[in-house]
């Protein structure tokens, strides 16, 4: 009798990188930012930028755009992984961590120090970014 097994599920790399895991790093990103800003803290978001919810409606069309920047994130993150040649998660967790400490929070700062935005907008931000981030690079790096 024989058995046909059919091989476990390979992943789909194109120029090198391994798109499904690209695809569900920006996917985490965006969970990330739905549950932080839209679930958790969307009236503590609200209240820190000083918008209501009226004055946000005629910029409800922009959601439709929304999931460029996690896409767009997710790739040059990777980009950045393979030019690092990151083949471990640990790695990964420390060349993302600095991505975000020295390229994201320090770009992030740019509106914080040339607006009149509240702190606590500025660490609702950062914190964002770092989960993304790191759980961007951690598939990302593991998934090989």
Do not use: C
Not at 50 to 64: I, N, R, S, V
């Amino acid at each position: 009798m024989q058995l046909d097994i059919e091989p476990a599920a390979t992943p789909v790399y194109i120029a090198g990188d391994n798109w499904l895991a690209v695809g569900a790093a920006a996917v985490a990103i965006y969970a990330i930012g739905f549950v932080i800003y839209g679930a958790v803290f969307s009236k503590l978001w609200m209240k820190l930028s000083g918008y209501t919810a009226e004055q946000l409606k005629p910029h409800m069309w922009k959601m439709a755009v929304s999931w460029i920047m996690p896409v767009l994130t997710a790739i040059g993150l990777a980009l950045i992984l393979k030019l690092a040649r990151v083949d471990n998660l640990a790695t990964g967790l420390v060349v993302s961590f600095q991505v975000w400490f020295f390229i994201v929070l320090s770009t992030r700062l740019y509106s914080f120090v040339y607006s009149p935005e509240k702190p606590g907008l500025l660490v609702m931000d950062a914190i964002h970014l770092l989960l993304g981030i790191m759980a961007a690079g951690a598939i990302i790096s593991a998934w090989r």
